[in-house]
């Protein structure tokens, strides 16, 4: 059974950094794109950041591009989302999902079968 579950969440200050931690559990890693989205108050969820299957290749939304760095290790079956130079509109549940497969779309939730319960990511002095 695919199982996915978030930590690394909190409250840090603008300008601060934060790495959450995506375990996985019940299959292959290597098999699976992992994608990042957050859903902030009123909002709908959006695409974050998003590691394909087999190449390891990394796709970010514009606003976090240069801020935000995913990647994942297979020997551990977790997949990481460092958080650098936060601002306030970073603010939002951060979930993690799996895909068998290729994604098309990766900033599409639809795209993804298996989800995480997200964990909360609070920027703000």
């Known amino acids: 059974q695919v199982h996915l579950v978030e930590s690394g969440g909190g409250l840090v200050q603008p300008g601060g950094s934060l790495r959450l931690s995506c375990a996985t559990s019940?299959?292959?890693?290597?098999?699976?794109?992992i994608g990042w989205f957050r859903q902030a108050p009123g909002k709908e969820r959006e695409g974050v950041s998003c590691?394909?299957?087999?190449?390891?290749?990394?796709y970010y939304a514009d606003s976090v591009k240069g801020r935000f760095t995913i990647s994942r290790d297979n020997t551990k079956n977790t997949v990481y989302l460092q958080m650098n130079s936060l601002k306030p509109e970073d603010t939002a549940i951060y979930y993690c999902a799996a895909e068998r497969g290729v994604v098309v779309r990766w900033y599409q939730d639809y795209e993804y079968d298996h989800w995480g319960q997200g964990t909360q990511v609070t920027v703000s002095s």
């Open positions: 019940g299959f292959t890693l290597d098999y699976y794109a």
């Open positions: 590691i394909s299957n087999s190449d390891g290749r990394r």
